[in-house]
């Protein structure tokens, strides 16, 4: 990608729109964008950063193409740092396409993928995490991922990045001006290895927990999963069905009657959850039936919500007490007690009460407590939201390997930090490096071009 080229892009979505936004960056987008306007002494007079009303047209033929508003930016005072120039012209992709033919008639090229973006990080405006954090806020698919993104565009991540990198000079520096002169150190030889070998300790344990808060974060990034489970005919695909607001799994009375899980995607106060409808579990007839319940107990175990449907009908099975078990201290289990036109089974109900678990009793028939159960989600999904809600500096799969390869570091340069200084000194300097790399000293172009090609055109 040459980076002197003078490019050109839609930044606005496809589609039609009241307007649309092109990008121009390079060394000629003055000059360029200044033959396709008719006003063209206006535009070359027009100070920077004004927005002025233009006709905008084929420099070859005179024909009008739009009635457009358009301002210029000179450099470094851009988004790019570049000579830029921002044109506003009728949403559509007719409108679009015909604008942008005559933009690269006069020479410049399409943009890459975030190249505007990545222009303004060769040129020293964004660091790596921000320009990832611009990419995030665009993408960004509920209020946790947003606020998150935010925080780095904004620049929260400096404090705690600053004071790794503060402490890793600080150790290097003490192991060499000790390695150096040995003699006029007026720190002891104990006390050096003490104090490099705290500032490792203390570091790691701050990058582990920011890896933690990470972890946590990532499961609500790619939502939570909300699973009902329970024996056959329960009422489980009923549930599913009124939670969803359709007629999506088969309801029937013949026991087994979902062989597979289904899922269906929820939104609840802005939060994305994936809903499961799951085969009953119990004994199995065939092995197809044997795989769908293996595939039911797995998220009896590991769905992040789970709610038990239980038959009034009938008295808790083995199944339904290995589960209660499990869960009644993690706070994630709801039981719905179905069939409550059929008989009201208070045996059951009084064990749930004794064994403090929370409970709803209900008709599937008559589509009842679609709120109740509704209400209880999303109080579980705030309080997961409650739990989780601490952002982590480490926002993607680049930063979590630059983590990785930091505690590697750490941990090398800790098994050295009482005897082999040299060695010491060598892994303290590779977390360093790890640390600059995160931010953004990327000199790797692979990588530069890895983090730039999650952009879309026009970034
Ligand atoms: N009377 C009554 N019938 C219900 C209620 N809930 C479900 N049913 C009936 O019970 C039968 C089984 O319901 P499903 O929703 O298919 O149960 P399931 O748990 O998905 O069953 P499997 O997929 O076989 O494991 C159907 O005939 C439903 O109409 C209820 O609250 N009252
Ligand atoms: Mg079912």
Not at 38 to 60: G, I, Q, V
Not at 130 to 143: C, F, P, R, V
Not at 368 to 376: L, P, R, S
Request: some cysteine; proline content about 1%; overall charge negative.
């Amino acid at each position: 990608m040459n980076i002197s080229d003078t490019i050109a892009a839609p930044a606005t979505a496809a589609g039609v729109g009241a307007v649309a936004l092109i990008r121009v960056s390079g060394q000629h987008a003055h000059a360029c964008v200044e033959k396709c306007l008719r006003e063209k002494e206006k535009f070359s007079r027009a100070p920077a950063h004004k927005l002025l009303l233009y006709t905008l047209l084929n420099p070859e033929t005179n024909d009008i193409a739009d009635e457009v508003t358009a301002v210029r930016y000179s450099a470094p005072h851009s988004y790019s740092a570049e000579d830029m120039v921002e044109i506003i012209c009728h949403g559509g992709s007719v409108v679009i396409e015909k604008i942008m033919s005559i933009l690269l008639q006069t020479g410049m090229r399409y943009a890459g993928k975030g190249e505007f973006t990545q222009r303004a990080f060769l040129n020293g405006k964004v660091t790596a995490i921000k320009s990832e954090a611009i990419n995030d806020l665009i993408n960004s698919k509920n209020t946790i991922a947003y606020k998150n993104a935010l925080n780095n565009y904004f620049g929260d991540y400096e404090t705690l990045l600053g004071k790794w990198k503060e402490a890793l000079v600080e150790a290097i520096s003490l192991i060499e001006s000790h390695l150096e002169f040995p003699e006029a150190d007026d720190v002891a030889e104990g006390e050096v290895s003490e104090r490099v070998h705290d500032t490792i300790a203390e570091l790691t344990g701050e990058i582990e927990r920011e890896m933690e808060k990470r972890k946590k974060m990532s499961v609500l990034e790619r939502g939570v999963v909300v699973a009902i489970i329970g024996n056959k005919n329960a009422g489980k695909s009923s549930l599913f069905n009124i939670l969803i607001g359709g007629q999506r799994a088969i309801v029937h009375e013949k026991e087994g009657t979902t062989r597979d899980f289904l899922t269906e995607k929820i939104s609840i106060r802005g939060i994305e959850a994936t809903l499961v409808d799951t085969a009953g579990l119990g004994s199995a007839g065939e092995e197809i039936e044997e795989i769908g319940i293996q595939r039911a107990w797995e998220y009896a175990h590991n769905a992040d919500i789970r709610i038990l449907v239980t038959s009034a009908d009938r008295e808790f099975t083995q199944e339904e007490e290995n589960i209660m078990r499990r869960t009644q201290q993690e706070d994630c289990l709801y039981c719905i007690v179905s069939k409550k036109d059929l008989v009201k089974n208070a045996d059951k109900i009084s064990t749930l009460k004794r064994r403090n678990l929370q409970y709803t009793l209900i008709s599937l028939i008559h589509e009842e407590g679609k709120t109740e159960v509704q209400g209880w989600i999303s109080n579980r999904l705030e309080a997961e939201i409650e739990r989780r809600n601490e952002s982590s500096i480490f926002q993607n799969l680049r930063h979590e390997k630059l983590a990785d390869t930091m505690l590697g570091e750490l941990k090398r340069a800790q098994e050295y930090s009482r005897q082999g200084y040299e060695m010491a000194s060598f892994h303290l300097r590779n977390a360093l490096t790890a640390i600059e790399d995160l931010v953004g000293n990327v000199a790797h172009e692979d990588i530069l071009n890895n983090i730039f090609s999650q952009f879309c055109i026009g970034k």
